[in-house]
Nanobody, 125 residues
Framework: QVQLVESGGGLVQAGASLTLSCVAS????????MGWFRQAPGKEREFVAA????????YYADSVKGRFTISRDNAKNTVYLQINALKPEDTAVYYC??????????????????WGQGTQVTVSS
């Protein structure tokens, strides 16, 4: 098992940047591919980004390519999501995810094995 705790969300203005963090505990962090999902009000949860265990592969939803960057620091058991040029449409609860599979599979299937509780990102216009 693994526990995931997100942080870094908040209320920001459109055009601002924000970095979310997710700290993992439990099984060795480097054995998991990691990712981020989000759920906006009234909408279903959607895939945002994923990264392989050794950062060799990075995957993004088409809607966030060019603005979002996922990274990880295995020594700190932490995965990050840097968000640039925030838009009101980015408003959502952002969830950290971990899988024993691959980051590519997470991106293609839109599923994961473990989930954090989420952190709220609100973008005002």
């Amino acid at each position: 098992q693994v526990q995931l705790v997100e942080s870094g969300g908040g209320l920001v203005q459109a055009g601002a940047s924000l970095t979310l963090s997710c700290v993992a505990s439990g099984r060795t962090f480097s054995t998991y591919a990691m990712g981020w999902f989000r759920q906006a009000p009234g909408k279903e949860r959607e895939f945002v980004a994923a990264i392989s265990r050794s950062s060799g592969g990075r995957y993004y939803a088409d809607s966030v390519k060019g603005r979002f960057t996922i990274s990880r620091d295995n020594a700190k058991n932490t995965v990050y999501l840097q968000i640039n040029a925030l838009k009101p449409e980015d408003t959502a609860v952002y969830y950290c995810a971990a899988t024993t599979g691959t980051g590519q599979a997470m991106a293609v299937r839109g599923t994961s094995d473990y989930w954090g509780q989420g952190t709220q990102v609100t973008v005002s216009s």
